[in-house]
């Protein structure tokens, strides 16, 4: 099913951890921290480019 959630999914990354179980947040912690910070900075350029083209008359909702 991975196959076809990425190619449903524009941008995504799928990554492959062998020797791994079913933690592997916590069995392969580098690859998923590294993972994760791939994706915090994505949301977070996708965010700055949005918060950027904002007129000041939208509403703007912090969900801080």
Do not use: Q, W
Not at 12 to 23: F, Q, S, T, Y
Not at 46 to 60: C, I, L, N, Q, Y
Request: with cysteine.
């Amino acid at each position: 099913h991975t196959a076809r959630i990425i190619d449903l999914l524009p941008n995504a990354e799928a990554i492959r951890v062998e020797k791994c179980g079913h933690l592997g947040m916590i069995e392969k912690h580098e690859i998923f921290n590294g993972a994760l910070d791939r994706l915090l900075g994505r949301v977070r350029e996708g965010m700055t480019v949005r918060d950027h083209e904002k007129s000041a008359s939208e509403p703007h909702y912090d969900h801080r």
